[in-house]
Nanobody, 124 residues
Framework: QLQFVESGGGLVQPGGSLRLSCTAS????????IGWFRQAPGKEHEGVSC????????YYADSVKGRFTISRDNAKNTVYLQMNKLKPEDTGIYYC?????????????????WGQGTQVIVSS
């Protein structure tokens, strides 16, 4: 049964860091573009980042560029999202999922599957 699982969220002070992990059962992540999107209370979902399957090209929303880094560890079937210099506006539930291509990472409809999400709260 295919299942995505996000982990690594938590409460962090502004300026702090977190590393989110995305794993999947019944699915080999290295063969698919994998994206992260987030949902903040009262806001539309926002695509955060994507890593391609062909050459590991990476893509970032302007709001996180220079602060977040997406990467893969194929041996662990895991995709990571390293988040540095966190801001209160980064607060939300973060989801990972598979895409047909990274051009759709900012559209929730572009994802075939995603997990239950992991909560990130940035607050002092």
């Amino acid at each position: 049964q295919l299942q995505f699982v996000e982990s690594g969220g938590g409460l962090v002070q502004p300026g702090g860091s977190l590393r989110l992990s995305c794993t999947a059962s019944g699915f080999t992540l290295e063969y698919s573009p994998i994206g992260w999107f987030r949902q903040a209370p009262g806001k539309e979902h926002e695509g955060v980042s994507c890593i391609s399957s062909s050459d590991d090209s990476t893509y970032y929303a302007d709001s996180v560029k220079g602060r977040f880094t997406i990467s893969r560890d194929n041996a662990k079937n895991t995709v990571y999202l390293q988040m540095n210099k966190l801001k209160p506006e980064d607060t939300g539930i973060y989801y990972c999922g598979d895409l047909v291509w990274c051009g759709d990472y900012d559209r929730k409809g572009g994802y075939d599957y995603w997990g239950q999400g992991t909560q990130v709260i940035v607050s002092s």
